[in-house]
């Protein structure tokens, strides 16, 4: 019977930015939901349930402003598990190919259900469910130390688009975590996700990312929903922990609204500052108080021949990554890592119309 982890808005560490003099990072005490979590994880590697032994992954900072965080992870592009064949973004759940039932059930290494006022329950659309289970799961070819999945009840065959319920997990994931270091994130179909089950990916990765403080231009504010700056093009949301229900709403209206459009997207959450177009306050700078949402729409991947350095997905768009081969991670400039993440990219023209029209949409819905 796996572990079950029942957890409620009062297990969420408010901050866990702090710094001391010298403004670096102060470890903090892992929270329960960490410790669950890493324990689990390193368990399942020692036991051999992963299909690599994942070590100390050598790991540079590519020079320049977007301080690209480079790591070499061969055995992944070798021993991962084949993508299943993509066609379309809105494809339906298939049986018959793999899916998270199928798995080895000693890969589960909790159910997450959480506590709310009079029992546990979540709502979708405005309506009461039932309550659901999150199943997380070790994942078998691992990004970094403690790379999961979480599943929202892998019985109900869920597609792999995003529901509100999914993307609340997601943000009260970051929030249950006291590691800033903690990150989680969607690959949409299209959008270089595999399996064509609801999934999220949630892994630690100790270094910062540019993402976590890079300046904003506010869209529609009160449903904090802005526009990245300074980055690869594409949008963030902001929520503290009071407003993860408003948030996770609109993101869903986002990403739904993309989904409606044949549009692949990723999705990147992390601890981060609250949004702004410039910092002042470097105490506001290095806050982490809350958690950023970056929503990328991207042009679609249907059996497209991958990258030989890195494929651009969740991670990629984050600052963060993953090198196929030695060669490249020890050559690949900041100017090619920006050449190849922008094939992947909406043109300019393309990116403000649906700018213009994810604007509207927010305001009237």
Known sequence: MPLQFAYSNQDFDRDVGQRNQNN???????????????????????????????????TRIVPGTCGYV?????????????PQEILSIQQEFDAHQFNFNKINPEEIILEMIKDTEGGT???ENGQLQKPCRTVVLVN????????????PDPSCCFPQVLTRFAIQVGIESVLLSSSPSFRVGFNSLGGFASVNHLHLHGYYLDHELKIESVAVKPLVPERG??????????FLF??????????AQAICDVTDFFVD???????????????CVHTENIKDHWSR?????????????FGAKEESAFNVALCELAGHLPFKNKKDYEVTTEKDVIDIIQKYLLSDREFLRLEQQLTRHLTNV
């Open 140 to 151: 078998v070819s691992p990004l970094e130390f403690g790379h999961c999945l979480f599943v």
């Open 24 to 58: 670096d990072r102060m470890p903090s005490s892992p929270s329960r939901f960490d410790t669950a979590i890493q324990a689990g994880w390193t368990n399942r590697m020692e036991r051999g349930l992963l299909r690599y032994h994942l070590g100390d992954l050598q």
């Open 121 to 123: 329950a979540s709502y």
């Open 238 to 247: 902001y929520t503290e922990s009071e407003e993860v229900d408003k948030v």
């Open 70 to 82: 480079a790591q070499l992870n061969i055995q992944r592009g070798i021993e991962r598990r084949k």
């Open 225 to 234: 929903f802005f526009r990245l700056l300074g980055f690869p093009t594409g």
């Open 289 to 301: 108080q809350g958690v950023r949402i970056a929503v990328w729409p991207r042009i679609s991947c």
């Open 261 to 275: 459009g044949n549009i692949a997207h990723n999705v990147f959450l992390t601890r981060g500052c609250q949004p």
